[in-house]
């Protein structure tokens, strides 16, 4: 399925979540995201960190349109812009970066598709958002932390942050970070436990998935 720039963005916003996951094995790729989707999930980033990261994506991506028709998914951990172009061409509906790059932007913006790059200072983020990016990701969190991103919507109101480095599946954690003002936090090895992935209990990350998201739609009602 292919989503606009604004059903992607409204996605991530709405839901405030996106699972942030690899794994070399396509059916256990499948799992997870069928697991997340049960669980309420719709904008999903697979990330690009393995061999062949792109041929698991590309047979992930398929299957997703057939099995998971709302669910949107995206590429991460992509740095420049050939990889970029791979993963469009495979049927990313959005690209995240670790950090930010103009000719990767490029690529993006002729083909509509979001990018969200990773960024550290107020700069990096003044920069991207010239190159066109609407949202950019706080990167890494847990070593920026939440007044950062208090320092940044101060002078910059409109910016649309990610956040995403060490963020847990837990009231406490998640209220910070969105009282600080994020529009939605990337999730990695917090909402996919080794043990659980490890035993196929895919019910576990469903159940863990749908919590979350309450906990999310709690604060957003609070904010």
Known sequence: MIFNKIATLSAMQQTGIVPVFYHSDVEV???????CYAGGIRAFEFTNRGAFAHEVFGQLYKWAA???????LGAGTVIDAPTAALYIQSGANFVVGPLFNP??????????VP???GCGSVSEIGFAQEAGCDMCKVFPGDVLGTNFVKGILAPMPWSMMMVTGGIKPEETNLKQWFEAGVTCTGMGSNLFPKEVIAAKEWE??????KKTLEIVKKLKKER
């Not at 057939?66 to 949107?72: D, H, T, Y």
């Open 29 to 35: 790729a499948k799992n997870v995201v069928q697991a």
């Open 204 to 209: 576990k990350i469903t159940e863990l998935c």
């Open 115 to 117: 990018y969200i790059p």
């Open 66 to 72: 057939a099995e998971c028709p709302e669910l949107i």
């Open 103 to 112: 000719d990767l932007a490029k690529v993006c913006n002729r083909r509509c």
